[in-house]
């Protein structure tokens, strides 16, 4: 029965990927009645009403499991997030789907961030919850509390009595997450000295100079941030990141427009910063 059930959800996603909607919609209902903790044909379910102009009855089941793992250990938001980006890739898309997704964004940070607090409550000192609340405070555009925690986390760090290269690269992380966040409460002056900081325990830290940079730029020392912008184009920011520097600027200056806080250098920087013609 469960790998028939299996076998159903499978179709459906297939279904929808071809545009059968319907189909869809009849092989996830058949799923779920053999199986109706199948998450995967659950979601199958609510993407084939979306796309057969049922919305809000759409809406209703997202929502609802938001919190829930899939068998992968995914959480249900996120694997919804990752449905609509292949769908979209496919041409299959939607007018709702931008609202849904700002929607299941804001709920799955939200219920991070209720984890967080509780755990926090438990243990004042969980590490964890320190050091991941102040990036969902800022997704939720709490940007003062996301400062506020980057402190806390940054302090609780700096008491650590093994100064170590473990005790080093944490640090001088809380810094830059520090200095990210005090940009989004135009505290540009202590966006510079997070950055600073980070870079006297990293000096090669090349995600510090990224908000260096643009710490340096709303300061009013244009030259000296584009001589940074310039200086590291096409390297990548970690050895661990597929990401170049390039697209890590031009990325920051879409979320700092986003919550209103813009230059008039950022058009003439982009050109500067887009890909050179190969």
């Known amino acids: 029965t469960k790998s028939l059930a ?7 996603w297939y279904q929808l990927l071809s545009g059968d909607f319907a189909g869809a919609l009849a092989s996830s209902d058949e799923a779920m009645k053999l199986d109706s903790g199948d998450l995967v044909a659950v979601m199958n379910h ?15 089941i997202y929502v609802a499991n938001v919190g829930k793992k899939l068998n992968s250990n995914q959480e249900w938001h996120e694997v919804v997030l990752d ?6 890739k496919e041409g299959i898309t939607n007018p709702e789907i931008p609202r849904l997704r700002t929607l299941l964004e804001r709920a799955g940070y939200e219920r991070q961030l209720a984890e967080y607090t509780q755990k926090l409550k438990a243990n004042p000192n969980d590490e964890d919850a320190l050091s991941g609340i102040s990036d969902v405070y800022r997704h939720l555009g709490r ?13 609780f760090i700096e008491r650590q009595p093994n ?4 005790w080093t690269t944490k640090l001088s992380g809380a ?14 002056a202590g966006s510079l000295a997070s950055s600073d900081e980070a870079l006297k325990l990293r000096p090669k830290y090349l995600i510090a100079e990224t908000n260096r940079a643009h710490a340096l730029l709303f300061l009013g020392r244009i030259k000296a941030a584009e001589a940074i912008y310039l200086q590291h184009r096409g390297e990548k920011v970690s050895a661990n990141s597929d990401q170049t520097w390039d697209e890590a600027i031009l990325t920051d200056f879409d979320d ?5 806080i813009t230059h008039p250098d950022f058009e003439r920087l982009r050109k500067l910063l887009q890909p050179r013609p190969k």
């Open 175 to 188: 810094y830059v997450g520090l200095a990210f966040h005090q940009l989004f409460i135009r505290d540009f």
């Open 163 to 166: 100064h170590n290269a473990d």
């Open 46 to 60: 609510a993407h084939a009403l979306l796309f057969l102009g049922r919305a809000k009855e759409a809406e209703a």
């Open 143 to 155: 940007a003062q509390d996301a400062v506020n925690a980057g402190k806390t986390y940054a302090q």
């Open 6 to 12: 299996i076998a159903d959800g499978s179709l459906s």
């Open 83 to 88: 449905d609509f980006n292949s769908l979209e």
């Open 256 to 260: 700092l427009e986003r919550s209103g």
